[in-house]
């Protein structure tokens, strides 16, 4: 769980959003090299009550997606938690505004994969989110090109921290962005769904041809 809100500890924390719909290993990938080259406390996965760019449909209670976090998450430095309900917001930028006036002594920096750099120009207020909080980007197979290419980058260029002044990145005034090259693990949420999909039904058909 994240600290009380109001909470005036001095600190670096990372902030991993998404619908964790499930949480996986890249997801854990990614915050250990967070946890790594950005000199970070903590990393607070913020498991969304619902992303307004995925569809409702297939998406898991909350409950049980932050129970599978957790068991995935497993690490001292990792807090899973479900405060974007508690805050009520559903746009990151909405969420990073509530979180520095709530934490005023902590330093946020905003994580996320290069398929987010890619599209965040479709996100609520997307500049707004560059000027709250310092980002991590982390390459993702297939994405990584394209997404130094997107609207983002290009907007935010002048901006851009080379990876070697990356452990500054928390304490950097926004808008501040660092992009890594570093290997991930390809392993996505989307494949995992399609995977447990395929596990239901392959059974079935397999029954119906032995009869």
């Known amino acids: 769980m994240a600290p009380s809100l109001g909470d005036r ?3 670096k924390v990372g902030l991993l959003g998404g619908s ?10 990614v915050s250990n090299l967070a946890l790594k080259h ?10 969304s009550p619902q992303n ?43 969420t990073l505004a509530a979180l ?17 750099l890619k599209q965040i120009s479709r996100w609520e ?3 707004r989110i560059f000027q709250l909080a310092p980002i991590a980007i982390f390459a993702r ?17 002048r901006h851009r921290m080379f990876p070697g002044s990356a452990r500054r990145l928390a304490t950097a005034p926004p808008p501040a962005w660092v992009f890594f090259a570093t290997r991930l693990d390809p392993l996505s949420a989307t494949a995992i ?9 392959a059974p079935r058909v397999r029954n119906e041809h032995n009869k």
Do not use: C
């Open 125 to 127: 207020r997307w500049t």
């Open 193 to 201: 769904r399609v995977q447990r999909r395929r596990s239901v039904f």
């Open 20 to 29: 964790f719909n499930p949480a996986h290993r890249g997801h854990l990938h």
């Open 52 to 94: 307004p760019l995925k569809p409702v449909q297939g998406m898991a209670p909350l409950a049980e997606r932050l129970a599978q976090a957790a068991t995935v998450a497993q690490h001292s430095h990792i807090r899973v938690t479900d405060i974007e309900a508690s805050l009520g917001s559903r746009y990151t930028a909405d």
């Open 100 to 116: 520095k006036k709530r934490f005023p002594a902590t330093r946020f920096v905003w994580l996320m994969g290069a398929d987010n």
């Open 141 to 157: 197979p297939a994405y990584s090109l394209s997404a130094l290419g997107s609207l983002a980058a290009r907007r935010f260029a």
């Open 9 to 11: 500890r001095a600190r």
């Open 38 to 47: 950005l000199d970070l406390d903590e990393i607070w996965w913020l498991v």
